[in-house]
Nanobody, 121 residues
Framework: QAQLVESGGGLVPPGGSLRLSCAASGFFFSSYTMSWYRQGSGEERELVARINSAANVTNYADSVKGRFTISRDNVKKTVYLQMNSLKSEDTAVYYC??????????????WGQGTQVTVSS
């Protein structure tokens, strides 16, 4: 059974940093593109960052470019989101997502339960 478990969220003052982690289990992690999404209160869920299975292609929302970094460890089956220079508008629930991109897994789509990030003084 596929599972994604996020951790690392919390309360941080503006300008601070957090590192989110997402531990995967129950599927072949190396065949999946991994992404972080977020959803603020009353807002739609939006893509924050994405990394391909080989970890050599990354994409970022314009609002986080230069501040956030996505990475992955295929041995540990974990994806990370390093968030620096946090702003109040980064406050949201952050979700980990896995999308199948290899033979036999194309179309698989898994979500974590989310972790709250609050940026406030």
């Amino acid at each position: 059974q596929a599972q994604l478990v996020e951790s690392g969220g919390g309360l941080v003052p503006p300008g601070g940093s957090l590192r989110l982690s997402c531990a995967a289990s129950g599927f072949f992690f190396s065949s999946y593109t991994m992404s972080w999404y977020r959803q603020g209160s009353g807002e739609e869920r939006e893509l924050v960052a994405r990394i391909n299975s080989a970890a050599n292609v990354t994409n970022y929302a314009d609002s986080v470019k230069g501040r956030f970094t996505i990475s992955r460890d295929n041995v540990k089956k974990t994806v990370y989101l390093q968030m620096n220079s946090l702003k109040s508008e980064d406050t949201a629930v952050y979700y980990c997502n896995a999308k199948g991109r290899g033979p036999g897994v194309w179309g698989n789509d898994y979500w974590g339960q989310g972790t709250q990030v609050t940026v406030s003084s």
